[in-house]
C-alpha cells in the first residue's frame, strides 16, 4: 500500500504561481512513477503531468507544457508540482497519484490517489 497526501492548493490570481506537493508513505516511493491529475465537476479527469521514479523523464500535457514542472525529491518521499503563469482553466481539484508503468497518461495505468488539493484562479 501507499498513501498519498497532496498539500498546497489554494486561491491565486490569473497569472500567479502556486506549487503542489505530494507526501507519499508506504511501499518504496523511489520505485514508482508519479503523476498528476486535474479534475472539475464539468470535465473528466485529466491528465497532468507525470515523472518516472529516477526523476530523468518527464512528460505534460500540452496545455501545460513551458509553464508546469513536475519533480521529485526520494530522499523525502515528496513529488512536486510547480504551477507558474496559472490560467483560469487551469483551476480544479489536483490529484496525485502512482504506479508502475512509464511512461503513461492513462489513469488506469496508476495504482494509488490522494484524496486531492483544490487550485482555484480568480481572474
Known amino acids: 500500500q501507499v498513501q498519498l497526501v497532496e498539500s498546497g492548493g489554494g486561491l491565486v490570481q490569473a497569472g500567479g504561481s502556486l506549487r503542489l506537493s505530494c507526501a507519499a508513505s508506504?511501499?518504496?516511493?523511489?520505485?514508482?512513477?508519479m503523476g498528476w491529475f486535474r479534475q472539475t465537476p464539468e470535465k473528466e479527469r485529466e491528465f497532468v503531468a507525470s515523472?518516472?521514479?529516477?526523476?530523468?523523464?518527464?512528460r505534460y500535457t500540452d496545455s501545460v507544457k513551458d509553464r508546469f514542472t513536475i519533480s521529485r525529491d526520494n530522499a523525502k518521499n515528496t513529488v512536486y508540482l510547480q504551477m507558474n503563469s496559472l490560467k483560469p482553466d487551469d483551476a480544479a481539484v489536483y490529484y496525485c497519484a502512482t504506479g508502475r508503468r512509464w511512461p503513461t497518461t492513462r489513469d488506469s495505468d496508476y495504482e494509488y490517489w490522494g484524496q486531492g488539493t483544490q487550485v482555484t484562479i480568480s481572474s
Open positions: 515523472i518516472s521514479w529516477s526523476g530523468g523523464g518527464t
Open positions: 508506504g511501499r518504496t516511493f523511489s520505485y514508482y512513477t
